[in-house]
């Protein structure tokens, strides 16, 4: 007789999950959650949660578009269920770990009525891992949480929501953390370090590949220097220290993906002489846009306040293109060695000065991408697999 093995069903409770409105929006927890819905001994459905204003901002036009979302999905193959949670003003915000867990039990009781789920998969500390471990000792499951940057280093301080995020890494059955040094944080705010396991990101190795930096500038119109920025546009990511940068590096210009309160700010500096007319915003791109403006950049800049593992780094170097970022959370991780970048201070001069090193003397763009091979897919998804089989198992 053919032994098979056990399927394992894994439903994947996550507040960063696509979506028609925001199909940018965690697109890496999408990678991930498809990459283990293709093994053939996996089922995976997901649970991503619409958080809901109260009345009477319920009423407000922006809202409109959430409530046309669909309460149920198939989203490239998987399906997707959208059930919704009272939120309240920002005062109330220590709340809505509760508030979704309350919302989403009975919606879960229904799914594993159906699907019998054997382990809860959290992609995000804040709120869904409080949420998920209360939902898991309700019905008996085991949960994972996966701790990716800002859900600790911000979350895990604010007074009322650190207290209910150790807690829920203490009582959750296993862990996840994007780098060694965000495992180290995590241990350091009180969770088991044993149930610490370090879960590399994954990144598309042949979508994001070397091309022909001057071909690839030619199709963007540039000639000279290119330096590209990509993340939210936001102080703590740094793109003000990357226009400073410009400033000092003349002939070089600079184009910034992502979207965020900092737009503002930058709009007005830009205009200023020294970096006038050598500036691109262009605003929220879909994820499909990055690698050809990473691959024909000659540096990326990051200068960022905090990071679990950033993406994008690993991104620009499977492209290629070394890194210029701090030294912060997996950074020494990832930036390795002098071919994958520099880490600097905080500083615009720091930043300029390594820009111009990298300028004058550029590694390899094969020697660079050799950084980034141990990032795959496949590898991120094997272990995350083998994470939550053992939990599932016991």
């Known amino acids: 007789?053919?032994?098979?093995?056990?399927?394992?069903?894994?439903?994947?409770?996550?507040?960063?999950?696509?979506?028609?409105?925001?199909?940018?929006?965690?697109?890496?927890?999408?990678?991930?959650?498809?990459?283990?819905?293709?093994?053939?001994?996996?089922?995976?459905?997901?649970?991503?949660?619409?958080?809901?204003?109260?009345?009477?901002?319920?009423?407000?036009?922006h809202y409109a578009p959430r409530a046309a979302l669909p309460a149920r999905e198939t989203w490239k193959g998987v399906t997707v269920h959208r059930p919704r949670f009272r939120t309240w003003s920002r005062l109330a915000t220590r709340g809505n770990g509760r508030r979704m867990a309350e919302a989403l039990l009975p919606v879960l009781r229904d799914i594993r009525q159906r699907f019998p789920f054997d382990v809860i998969d959290t992609g995000f500390f804040w709120p869904d891992g409080p949420?998920?471990?209360?939902?898991?000792?309700?019905?008996?499951?085991?949960?994972?949480?996966?701790a990716r940057g800002s859900d600790v280093h911000i979350w895990g301080h604010w007074p009322g929501i650190g207290e209910q995020i150790v807690a829920a890494g203490q009582a959750a059955a296993g862990l996840l953390a994007v780098s060694g040094a965000m495992k180290a944080d995590m241990a350091a705010l009180g969770m088991p370090a044993d149930r610490i396991r370090i879960h590399y990101t994954g990144i598309d190795l042949d979508r994001f590949h070397p091309v022909d930096r001057a071909a690839g500038k030619a199709a963007l119109g540039i000639s000279g220097p290119l330096i590209v920025s990509a993340g939210r546009l936001h102080e703590r990511k740094g793109q003000r220290l990357a226009v400073e940068a410009l400033a000092a590096l003349p002939e070089a210009t600079l184009i910034l993906v992502g979207e965020g309160p900092d737009r503002p700010w930058l709009e007005r500096r830009i205009t200023a002489p020294d970096v006038a007319g050598r500036v691109r915003l262009l605003g929220l791109r879909p994820h499909d846009e990055l690698p050809p403006l990473l691959a024909a950049a000659d540096v990326m800049v990051l200068p960022t306040a905090s990071e679990g593992l950033a993406n994008v780094w690993v991104e620009a170097l499977a492209c290629g293109t070394p890194v210029v970022t701090t030294d912060v959370g997996g950074a020494r991780e990832v930036i390795d060695r002098p071919a994958a970048g520099r880490l600097v201070p905080r500083e615009a001069g720091a930043i300029a000065a390594a820009v111009s090193e990298l300028l004058a003397d550029p590694p390899a763009q094969a020697e660079v991408r050799q950084v980034a091979a141990r990032f795959s897919w496949d590898a991120n998804r094997d272990a995350l697999f083998e994470h939550l089989n053992s939990l599932a198992r016991g």
Not at 22 to 36: D, H, K, S, Y
């Open 131 to 146: 949420a998920a471990v209360r939902i898991g000792a309700a019905l008996g499951a085991p949960v994972s949480i996966k």
């Open 1 to 61: 007789m053919l032994w098979l093995p056990a399927m394992l069903r894994v439903l994947t409770l996550t507040s960063l999950f696509p979506d028609g409105l925001n199909p940018t929006l965690g697109v890496f927890v999408e990678r991930q959650t498809l990459g283990l819905a293709g093994r053939g001994d996996v089922e995976v459905e997901v649970v991503s949660p619409v958080g809901w204003p109260v009345w009477p901002l319920s009423l407000l036009p």
